[in-house]
């Protein structure tokens, strides 16, 4: 992946926001305070803005970028979870504009392991974990097979709405959907629709490199 | 939507604008920063307390700071919680030499934020400790899940803790004071009308003329349970007899009450609530010593109540009617 397409991932990743505002913010009434894609969309317009200044920087340093900009705009749950876990991808980049995909899907790895332990969720408590969790599975074993990375993350893109969709039979467990009990069943969990947004990004921006 | 606002975008930062020009003998606000502190801070040496969260829930935090409660406070966007860099400002700010404590409620993304704050602050070398509120018995208490929310009894473990902190104690001593109230404490609420967060447009959820949201939260989040409209009678039993169960609670004990407005509910029914929950005490034996009526902890606009029990002890007693002095609580001296 290249610091371009980097930046290209957040860029469709913030248009897919704030396309889907009104329904993230709508999926988060149901089950919570009706903010998640305003949030999201918040912190994401800033990386945005900020994008003249980490177009050439190599992919630690825009991803410390992007991080660090999230943390501090997003606020929630949501801006705790993706600014430190954003971290916890910058310490794995190289220092450099360009680097392989085993090293890619060791960054999502770390990602992927920062917000269980921030969240100290699990598979099926309905959040975000439940799309990026079984995601990076996938994107692992895909590379392990030998199957080029465009493919796997395509397929990943395919299948990751209906992930987030299956959330909603699940119970929440962590987070504010938590507190409905048995009433958080039967809506899809905001934070794994988001999630579901960005794996789509990465398809369409990485998705055609290799 | 109608609201008294400019832009959606502009909410906090306005509101902050304003109640720093409505309380300027109280708070200053810290450059670039959403943390409001004490115009006068207080002596080096003592314990700083810092506490914040989404906004939105006027007059919590910014309300609390001052003489006897809170050293800074910390707003985040309407119900969202403050990003670590802004929780870090309202760290230093309150930092006199003896250490910080962070009172947080209990929310996913609180506790995240504040977790963060505080590895960032210690990192700077200023000692922080954490007591987080979890008072809702709406809420299941479980290992498992989130556990309960962190709702009105919040304004006790800053009137507790803060009036400790003011006489010197140590961070050790008022973390222990803030965590024996958070021991004790229980509320619950409910809400006949829902809110509208500004950023969203309209209201978060439908309530029918005749229906409530029982064990509501904060952040117009789904209650328990919806059910038929209550007297005001029947609401006091309902929500005491939730907590009463919960704390175990006995005739000739002590306790401290707030009945807390959730922001559209007029003072006229919450002095209705206040009677029956004091007669509902009496009729169980239960001694009523303080009680608090009005808005502390709201949730924009709207109606319904909750309402918090504080089983006391002398201590407790003494350091809850212990002088403070903050925007929206002033307490003189008690003569006994």
């Not at chain 1, 990602?111 to 994107?139: C, N, Q, W, Y």
Request: charged share 20%.
């Amino acid at each position: 992946m290249t610091n371009r397409e980097f930046a290209s991932l957040w860029l469709c990743f913030k248009r897919s926001v704030a396309d889907s505002r009104e329904y993230l913010n709508a999926l988060d009434a149901a089950i919570g305070d009706a903010d998640h894609g305003t949030n999201l969309q918040r912190g994401l317009d800033k990386v945005a803005a900020e994008r003249a200044a980490w177009g050439e920087l190599t992919l630690d340093a825009s991803c410390q970028r992007i991080a660090m900009t999230l943390l501090s705009t997003v606020g929630g749950a949501s801006g705790a979870l993706w600014g430190s876990g954003l971290l916890k991808s910058a310490a794995v980049l190289p220092n450099a504009l360009w680097c392989d995909e085993a090293t890619v899907a060791a960054a999502i790895g770390r990602f992927v392991g920062s917000v269980a332990e921030r969240g100290k969720a699990v598979i099926g408590d309905k959040t975000m974990l439940d799309v990026f969790l079984p995601a990076l599975h996938e994107l692992e074993a895909g590379l392990a097979r030998g199957q080029p990375f465009s493919q796997v993350v395509r397929q990943i893109a395919a299948d990751a709405g209906n992930w987030a969709r299956d959330t909603a039979a699940l119970q929440a467990k962590r987070g504010r959907a938590a507190y409905l009990g048995p009433r958080s069943v039967g809506h899809i969990d905001p934070g794994a629709w988001s999630s579901a947004l960005w794996w789509r990004c990465l398809a369409d921006s990485a998705g055609g490199g290799s | 939507m109608k609201k008294i606002i400019n832009q959606v975008e502009a909410v906090v930062d306005e509101a902050l604008t304003g109640l720093v020009r409505t309380f300027p003998q109280y708070l200053i606000r810290i450059p670039q920063s959403r943390v409001l502190a004490r115009a006068y801070p207080k002596p080096e040496g003592r314990v700083g307390l810092v506490s914040g969260g989404g906004s939105g829930h006027e007059p919590a935090h910014g309300g609390y700071v001052g003489y006897g409660m809170l050293d800074a406070a910390v707003a985040g966007e309407v119900f969202t919680s403050p990003t670590p860099d802004q929780i870090v400002e309202g760290i230093k700010a309150a930092d006199r030499g003896a250490g910080v404590l962070l009172v947080v409620k209990n929310y996913t993304g609180d506790i995240m934020n504040f977790d963060i704050a505080r590895e960032l602050a210690e990192s700077a070398g200023i000692t922080c400790a954490q007591v987080v509120v979890n008072d809702d018995v709406a809420v299941e208490d479980s290992l498992f899940t989130t556990g309960r929310r962190g709702i009105a009894g919040t304004i006790f473990v800053h009137k507790i803790a803060g009036a400790l902190a003011e006489q010197g104690a140590s961070l050790k001593e008022v973390q222990a004071v803030a965590e024996e109230v958070i021991a004790h404490v229980r509320s619950m609420g409910f809400a006949l009308t829902s809110c509208t967060v500004p950023a969203a447009g309209q209201p978060t959820f439908a309530l029918a003329d005749d229906e409530l949201e029982m064990g509501i939260g904060i952040h117009g989040e789904p209650g328990i349970a919806r059910q038929p409209m209550l007297s005001a009678r029947q609401l006091a039993d309902a929500l005491l007899k939730r907590i009463a169960a919960d704390l175990g609670l006995h005739a000739g004990q002590h306790v401290a009450a707030l009945i807390n407005g959730l922001g559209a509910s007029p003072l006229l029914e919450l002095s209705i609530l206040a009677g029956e929950v004091a007669h509902w005490l009496d009729q169980a034996g239960v001694v009523l010593d303080v009680m608090w009526t009005g808005e502390f902890m709201t949730s924009l606009e709207m109606a319904g109540a909750s309402v918090t029990l504080l089983p006391l002890d002398d201590r407790r007693r003494a350091l809850l009617l212990a002088a403070c002095d903050t925007p929206a609580l002033r307490q003189g001296l008690r003569h006994d």
